[in-house]
C-alpha cells in the first residue's frame, strides 16, 4: 500500500469514528452512497428525531429504516415469510412493515 492509500484509509477510519461520535451525541450525519445521500440518526432519540422532522418538514411521514439483518429487524418489526422473501431477494425492494 503506498502512502496515499494509506493516507485515504486513515481518513476514512478517522470520519466513521467522528460520525460514530456523533451518532452516540445524539447528532444526525449525511453518509454518502451510491443512489445519493441518506440522513442517520438514533431511532431510539425522541430529541433527534423531532429534529430530523422538523428539518426534513415530515411531521408525521414515517421515516425509511435500515437494519444490518433480519435478527435485527425482527425485534422492532413484523416479518412475515413473504417479507422476509422480498428482503433477502436479488432485487431487495423497499419493504413497508409494521
Same mark, same amino acid.
Given at each position: 500500500m503506498d502512502r496515499r492509500q494509506?493516507?485515504?484509509? /486513515? $481518513?476514512? @477510519? ?11 451525541? +445524539? +447528532?444526525?450525519?449525511?453518509?454518502? +452512497? ?6 442517520? @440518526?438514533? %431511532? ?8 430530523? $422532522?422538523?428539518?426534513?418538514?415530515? %411531521?408525521?411521514? %414515517? ?7 433480519? /435478527? ?8 412475515? %415469510? /413473504?417479507?422476509? /422473501? ?13
Amino acid at each position: 500500500m503506498d502512502r496515499r492509500q494509506w493516507a485515504a484509509q /486513515e $481518513r476514512d @477510519a478517522a470520519a466513521l469514528r467522528r460520525g460514530r461520535l456523533e451518532l452516540a451525541r +445524539g +447528532g444526525i450525519i449525511a453518509v454518502r +452512497g451510491i443512489g445519493g445521500f441518506l440522513l442517520a @440518526a438514533d %431511532p431510539f432519540n425522541r430529541d433527534t428525531v423531532r429534529l430530523l $422532522r422538523e428539518r426534513k418538514n415530515r %411531521p408525521h411521514k %414515517p421515516f425509511a429504516v435500515m437494519a444490518s439483518d433480519l /435478527e435485527t429487524l425482527a425485534r422492532y418489526c413484523v416479518v412475515t %415469510p /413473504e417479507a422476509e /422473501e422480498l428482503l433477502l431477494s436479488a432485487e431487495s425492494p423497499i419493504v413497508i412493515l409494521v
